[in-house]
């Protein structure tokens, strides 16, 4: 992953979130206007979800929308922070089905819509911490990963999860060139899968997910580092192997399995004691499992902490 250094804090950054939407309203219908006129597709827009309102309170600013949407990684649509914004528009989000498959009772292909109608949804305030040192605060609405497998039954033999992104070079420009091996991949122990922060996020500021943060359904593991929030997930398996997944595969040395965040641990080329907030000007500490260690420092009892990253 590269670093790149957040911009300085900008008048924007204290806009009004009211104005945000606003603009950003407009800027869909710019941009639903861009792909209609390149793909004839009829343009995708943005809708409001029903969800329940948050009930974890977090004493923090969320970050702005157009920081959320416009600064991404999603290296399917290119390497740049602004590529995602730029290209994304170019997939397909509907239809759009799930394969569940593997070690699980009852196996399937699963319909988005079909999900989004069966399981509540709910607005989650989380952090989210990249591995390259920035991080923000962002409202998500989807559901608990959980849910869902509690529905589809794992067997006793699955120990993990494994998630694929769609593979589709046609609609995906990135994957032309092999920076990382595609599909993109991440993977769970079953456990975590369970745990009841681990989302799988269908929306945003209230709003279905833009393609660039990952639509239609996206995982948000909130502390771990950002890139296990594996992104447009078309195949869930469980398995009795831990996964490959797509950063370990690249470069084992900097990137492991559990990608759990951990300020003690310098990731081989940088260090991880502190964080850009994006908006913010001066640096924050980085906090043991991003601040949610009180719910999750449970599932790796035993286990070397510095092991974990
Ligand atoms: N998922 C896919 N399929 N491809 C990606 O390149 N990047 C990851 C993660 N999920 C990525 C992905 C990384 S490195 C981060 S930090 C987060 O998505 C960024 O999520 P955001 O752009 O919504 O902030």
Redesign the pocket.
């Given at each position: 992953?590269l670093i790149v250094n957040a911009p300085d804090l900008r008048d924007r950054d204290v806009t009004d979130h009211g104005l945000y939407l606003k603009r950003r309203q407009f800027m869909a219908g710019v941009a639903g206007l861009g792909l209609a006129a390149c793909s004839g597709s009829s343009p995708a827009s943005a809708t409001a979800l029903r969800f329940r309102p948050n009930r974890m309170p977090i004493d923090e600013a969320r970050t702005p929308l157009d920081d959320?949407t416009g600064?991404?990684?999603?290296?399917?649509f290119g390497t740049g922070k602004e590529d995602?914004a730029k290209y994304a528009g170019m997939m397909r989000t509907r239809p759009w089905t799930i394969v569940v498959d593997g070690l699980c009772d009852r196996p399937g292909r699963y319909a988005i819509d079909d999900l989004i109608k069966r399981f509540p949804l709910e607005e989650r305030i989380y952090r989210?911490r990249?591995?390259?040192a920035w991080s923000?605060v962002?409202p998500w609405v989807g559901f608990p990963l959980a849910s869902l497998i509690k529905a589809v039954g794992p067997r006793s033999g699955a120990k993990f999860v494994a998630f694929e992104?769609l593979r589709d070079p046609r609609q995906m420009p990135g994957q032309r060139s092999s920076v990382?091996q595609w599909?993109?991949r991440?993977g769970l122990r079953l456990d975590e899968a369970l745990h009841p922060l681990t989302l799988l996020a269908v929306g945003l500021y209230g709003q279905t997910l833009p393609n660039?943060?990952?639509a239609p359904i996206?995982?948000v593991v909130p502390w771990k580092?950002?890139?296990?929030?594996?992104?447009?997930i078309v195949r869930i398996r469980f398995t009795d192997r831990r996964p490959q997944t797509?950063?370990q595969m690249l470069a084992p040395r900097e990137y492991g399995f559990y990608g759990n965040v951990n300020p003690a641990v310098d990731h081989p080329r940088w260090s991880q004691a502190k964080e850009r907030r994006i908006g913010e000007f001066f640096r924050r500490k980085t906090l043991p499992f991003n601040g949610y260690g009180e719910q999750v420092a449970g599932l790796y009892r035993g286990l070397d902490p510095r092991q974990l990253y």
């Open positions: 992953m959320v600064y991404n990684n999603f290296y399917e995602p989210m990249c591995v390259e923000m962002i992104t990382i599909p993109y991440e660039q943060n990952g996206r995982l580092y950002g890139f296990k929030g594996i992104k447009s797509s950063w």
